[in-house]
T-cell receptor
């Protein structure tokens, strides 16, 4: 079956611009997670949704980062006033429930020039 | 901070067993040990998880010590395609602990 998909696969933007990254979870998965991964590091947790609500957003680095999941399926990670330090691979994962293993998408590579 | 420590790198000969260790000395009674791997430029791939009993699936075996302070992931017959970064993660089942906290993992290189 279809796995987690993320679009775009690559995004290049300029410092100060706004970007949106999309995640399509596996159908029926109620839990959705966002992580980001810098070069040479393990993924770093950003936010977790259970259904439509953000159950844990403790990993969002600052108020420039925001994520939504309005219908409990697709999620969008939004980054305002991008900075060069935001350059990373942004990973999305979904799971059937909060107690299950997470299935990761291929990621979106964001480059801020 | 990650609750696990792993060696930064390991080599293994193709066809031999790869044994990847992980220390998680502060693990709580309700926390599971998960293993993932990440092949270059892909998202992490689930391998196996366990609580206190040894586990085996089609990919690997997981051996957890009796005191649960460490574990070993075993790839019984490593192939070149097993070259990847392997992450050991401790994860709970209570609110606030569902997220994965990754360390820097072990870079396994399988040699022909």
């Amino acid at each position: 079956g279809a796995g987690v998909s993320q679009t775009p696969s690559n995004k290049v933007t300029e410092k100060g611009k706004y970007v949106e990254l999309r995640c399509d979870p596996i159908s029926g998965h109620t839990a959705l997670y966002w992580y980001r991964q810098s070069l040479g590091q393990g993924p770093e947790f950003l936010i977790y949704f259970q259904g439509t609500g953000a159950a844990d957003d403790s990993g969002l680095p600052n108020d420039r980062f925001f994520a939504v999941r309005p219908e409990g399926s697709v999620s969008t990670l939004k980054i305002q006033r991008t900075e060069r330090g935001d350059s990373a691979v942004y990973l999305c994962a979904s799971s059937p429930g909060r107690h299950n293993e997470q299935f990761f998408g291929p990621g979106t590579r964001l480059t801020v020039l | 901070d990650a609750k696990t420590t792993q060696p930064p790198s390991m080599d293994c000969a193709e066809g031999r067993a790869a044994n990847l260790p992980c220390n998680h000395s502060t693990i709580s009674g309700n926390e599971y040990v998960y293993w993932y791997r990440q092949i270059h430029s892909q998202g992490p791939q689930y391998i196996i998880h366990g609580l206190k009993n040894n586990e085996t699936n089609e990919m690997a075996s997981l051996i957890i010590t009796e005191d649960r302070k460490s574990s070993t992931l075993i790839l019984p017959h490593a192939t070149l395609r097993d070259t990847a970064v392997y992450y050991c993660i401790v994860r709970g089942l209570i609110p606030g602990t569902y997220k994965y906290i990754f360390g820097t993992g072990t870079r396994l290189k399988v040699l022909a």
